[in-house]
């Protein structure tokens, strides 16, 4: 569900995590695991620091690779800019923290749909995909989602450009709201539709 109070939510995770009213804070929920592409967004990160781009990043869940994505961080020296979270079991803290973020990385080409994207956008937080994802067929670039080569240099660009233009920034993190999110109650509407259209289709072919 929407936060609330989105500006108290702001609020408290950016003390929370340390982060500096210039900086934008960034945001990966999943699975670590490095099938999701998550060194692509470290070596992102470490180009935007390259050219002094203020910001944070947290990264919430636990897998696989969660030793190797410290290492990782380290090796490029961003300890001070990126956060492991762990898994965040309390729903509310998890909204907080989409609420609070200025832009949801995802550069997972792995992943065919996610639920997380749809939980960004019930916060009005944008994702930044790679054009030609899976999990970014739903989604209309410079509408309700934003898109970049598969190329890290490129990647860390975007996000660059995305905070160059406030009004596209406000336009696509609204429409990501009102045109991807789906409730729980809708989808067990669109899901009985489905049931009933089927058992009329099976009737009438008797």
């Not at 609330?4 to 982060?19: N, P, S, T, Y």
């Not at 869940?61 to 990782?72: E, F, M, P, R």
Request: aromatic fraction near 12%.
């Amino acid at each position: 569900m929407p936060v609330k109070d989105k500006a108290l939510a702001r609020q408290e995770i950016r003390q929370k995590f340390g982060v500096l009213d210039n900086e934008k804070l960034f945001l990966f929920v999943g699975r670590i695991n490095f099938i999701k592409n998550i060194p692509f967004i470290i070596k992102a990160l470490s180009y935007l620091q390259e050219q002094h781009f203020a910001f944070k990043m947290i990264f919430v869940g636990s897998g696989a690779d969660i030793v190797a994505l410290h290492k990782l961080i380290q090796e490029h020296h961003l300890e001070d800019a990126v956060f492991l979270a762990g898994e965040v079991q309390d729903r509310k803290e998890l909204e907080k923290l989409y609420s609070a973020s200025d832009l949801f990385l995802f550069p997972s080409l792995y992943d065919a749909n996610s639920l997380v994207q749809i939980e960004a956008a019930s916060q009005a937080l944008s994702t930044l995909f790679i054009r030609e994802a899976k999990t970014a067929s739903s989604c209309i670039e410079d509408q309700n989602a934003f898109m970049s080569d598969n190329d890290y240099v490129k990647y860390a660009q975007k996000i660059i450009g995305i905070f160059e233009s406030q009004n596209l920034y406000q336009k696509v993190s609204i429409n990501a709201q009102n045109e991807l999110y789906v409730t729980w109650d809708d989808s067990i509407k669109a899901l009985i539709a489905d049931y009933e259209r089927i058992i009329e289709e099976q009737k009438t072919s008797q």
